[in-house]
């Protein structure tokens, strides 16, 4: 089996798989809210993990805010960030339109509670213009939310100019960095964000816990009560996957320089071979900058979810866009906002490479492809004759 989804979900590392069957075999079963030993200990294991996480990021442990997913992190830095300053002359909130779905519901939650949302749209490339982001920002603008990397097209959004922009003008910053993790020189001093969300899935960690930075000073409402996580989520800790994330994070951070040179190379040889191998074939957001690992491939005149099976049936893995919207008929959100019809959408696919990634998967991918695509262009002209 092929695994090219990493974006979707990333192999567990295995020094962090060996650390949690250490941590639940013989870790101890105390709550970290206890005060007795057990209680303490695991108090002192959670402590340890939110500094290995705050040294990764460049920030305090004090900032971070273990959470359940990235989805939740960035739901409760924007609900939460959003809710705990109700001034009625500050209702604007400035995003993109090539959001993860988790920042959009989120905001789409937060316009029926009386918010201003004005979703930018990018340019053909999929990268969201700095200009037209601070041309956005009025007095009115409570919060602005950019992803540093877009989930579809790994396109790199200007994160660290929007931030400075806004800590000037007194706005508050979010960034979704779920993707940047891993693949980007990932630091609050590249980005100086004020609320930055993190999955540990994406780099090796396990699927059901994130992380969500909060810098000092910033007031946030828990949407989740209780006085665990400095009051900003009720609820018991689960302290081996704090640990596992702030492992893999830590590994993360430490590969991400030779990871991403490799993986890049591969990523792009695999570009080339496609263009040069098979007529009409667009990358999509390939005129702008974009994290090493990731392809969207638009093959025109083809049918995407019949090539997706296809390669699935040959031991395959790609995707048709984010895994939180798997399952549905609608095109690609991001696709469209970038000019696309929905017809180029459903013709694109997402390969995301990983440290697995070998030049022989290049070889079979490329070579699967070259089969595949005329028999999904065929098969979508016949549905339209």
């Known amino acids: 089996m092929i695994s090219w989804d990493y974006n979707a979900a990333a192999p567990l590392r295995p020094e962090v798989a060996q650390a949690l069957a250490r941590a639940f075999l013989e870790g101890g079963f105390g709550n970290p809210s206890s005060v007795h030993q057990a209680g303490r200990e695991a108090r002192g294991r959670l402590d340890a993990a939110r500094a290995q996480v705050a040294r990764a990021l460049g920030c305090a442990p004090k900032e971070v805010c273990f959470t359940g997913s990235g989805s939740e992190a960035d739901a409760l830095a924007l609900k939460g960030a959003f809710l705990a300053r109700p001034t009625p002359e500050r209702r604007r909130v400035v995003t993109s339109a090539i959001e993860h779905p988790a920042v959009l519901a989120a905001l789409a939650q937060l316009e029926k509670q009386g918010a201003e949302v004005v979703r930018l749209k990018p340019d053909a490339d999929g990268q969201v213009r700095t200009e037209e982001v601070l041309a956005a920002l009025t007095p009115a603008t409570a919060l602005c939310?950019?992803?540093?990397?877009?989930?579809?097209?790994?396109?790199?959004?200007?994160?660290?100019?929007?931030?400075?922009?806004?800590?000037?003008?007194?706005?508050?910053?979010?960034?979704?960095?779920?993707?940047?993790?891993?693949k980007l020189p990932l630091s609050l001093r590249e980005v100086d964000a004020d609320l930055?969300?993190?999955?540990?899935?994406?780099?090796?960690?396990?699927?059901g816990v994130g992380?969500?930075?909060?810098?000092?000073?910033?007031?946030?409402?828990?949407?989740?009560?209780?006085?665990?996580?400095a009051g900003l989520r009720g609820g018991t800790q689960n302290v081996p996957y704090a640990e596992a994330l702030a492992l893999a994070l830590e590994r993360a951070?430490?590969?991400?320089?030779?990871?991403?040179?490799?993986?890049?190379?591969?990523?792009?040889?695999?570009?080339?071979?496609?263009?040069?191998?098979?007529?009409?074939?667009?990358?999509?957001?390939?005129?702008?900058?974009?994290?090493?690992?990731?392809?969207?491939?638009?093959?025109?005149?083809a049918d995407g979810e019949a090539l997706l099976i296809a390669l699935d049936l040959e031991g395959i893995r790609a995707s048709s866009g984010a895994a939180c919207a798997s399952g549905t008929l609608t095109p690609s959100h991001v696709l469209t906002a970038m000019?696309?019809?929905?017809?180029?959408?459903?013709?694109?696919?997402?390969?995301?490479?990983?440290?697995?990634?070998?030049?022989?998967?290049?070889?079979?991918?490329?070579?699967?492809?070259?089969?595949?695509?005329?028999?999904?262009?065929a098969l979508a002209a016949q549905e339209l004759a």
Do not use: Y
Not at 155 to 182: N, S
């Open 145 to 182: 939310s950019l992803m540093w990397a877009n989930n579809e097209t790994g396109v790199v959004q200007p994160a660290a100019a929007v931030a400075r922009a806004c800590r000037q003008r007194g706005i508050l910053f979010h960034t979704d960095a779920v993707q940047a993790a891993g």
């Open 253 to 301: 951070q430490a590969e991400q320089e030779a990871t991403s040179a490799r993986v890049g190379a591969l990523r792009d040889a695999f570009e080339r071979e496609v263009l040069a191998g098979i007529p009409d074939v667009t990358v999509n957001g390939g005129g702008a900058p974009r994290v090493p690992n990731t392809s969207n491939l638009l093959f025109h005149g």
């Open 339 to 377: 000019g696309l019809t929905p017809a180029q959408a459903h013709g694109s696919l997402r390969f995301s490479l990983g440290p697995g990634t070998t030049e022989a998967e290049v070889e079979r991918v490329v070579a699967a492809l070259r089969t595949h695509v005329p028999r999904a262009r």
């Open 211 to 229: 992380v969500l930075v909060v810098r000092k000073g910033v007031d946030v409402q828990a949407l989740t009560p209780g006085h665990q996580e």
């Open 196 to 207: 930055l969300a993190l999955s540990a899935h994406k780099f090796g960690g396990p699927a």
